[in-house]
């Protein structure tokens, strides 16, 4: 079984712009939930999607978004690119909603704006 | 909302030697605990989990303890070797809510 796939692996982008991150589920598992990964702050909750609903949603400013598809597949957007945006951006899916549920990481996206 | 505190930031030990985690939590309604471990270029992975009706759980060297009244939980890693050497992440929720994590604990078993 195929486990998560985030896509691109690396990415470089400018102050100003704006990028798209994707994020392909472990297959049949409906929820998918996105992190922020810095030395500082450790993990810090984006928000979380089931069955295309955003459930939950942490304290970031609205220039970063997301969606998800009727495949499950989650992308999430970051506009207006900050120099503070620099993270790695995790993507976790589950089964269920993920309050106790085992949460399964992808390899995440490292985003370095410059 | 809830918020994990986790320590200690960095833990170095020789192997063999045991290993302790220890994270405080502040929402009383949080009945989910797992712990994460997060290798060099990869996600974190699930290595234990404990629900709240349980105050201890084992699996070969890793056990986690949970202390409701205290609000602590801990991770304990006994006769450690060098592929413990990670990054540890606690966390913990409520039934369907979000999963808050800790601060991350670095790990490192020096041979």
């Known amino acids: 079984k195929a486990g998560v796939t985030q896509t691109p692996r690396y990415l470089i982008k400018t102050r100003g712009q704006q990028v798209t991150l994707s994020c392909s589920p472990i297959s049949g598992h409906r929820s998918v939930s996105w992190y922020q990964q810095t030395p500082g702050q450790g993990l810090q909750f984006l928000f979380e999607y089931f069955s295309e609903t955003q459930r939950n949603k942490g304290n970031f400013p609205g220039r970063f978004s997301g969606r998800q598809f009727s495949n499950s597949r989650s992308e999430m957007n970051v506009s207006t690119l900050e120099l503070g945006d620099s993270a790695l951006y995790l993507c976790a899916s589950s089964l269920h909603p993920p309050g106790d549920e085992k949460l399964f990481f992808g390899s995440g996206t490292q985003l370095s704006v410059l | 909302g809830e918020n994990v505190e986790q320590h200690p930031s960095t833990l170095s030990v020789q192997e063999g030697d045991s290993a302790v985690i220890k994270c405080t939590y502040s929402d009383s309604a949080s009945n989910y605990f797992p712990w994460y471990k997060q290798e060099l270029g990869k996600g974190p992975q699930l290595i234990i989990d404990i629900r709240s009706n349980v105050g201890e759980k084992k699996d070969q060297r890793i056990a986690v303890t949970l202390n409701k009244t205290a609000k602590h939980f801990s991770l304990h890693i006994t006769e450690t070797q060098p592929e413990d050497s990670a990054v540890y992440f606690c966390?913990?929720?409520?039934?369907?809510?979000?999963?808050?994590f800790g601060q991350g604990t670095i790990l490192t078993v020096h041979p």
């Open positions: 966390a913990a929720s409520s039934s369907y809510g979000k999963l808050t």
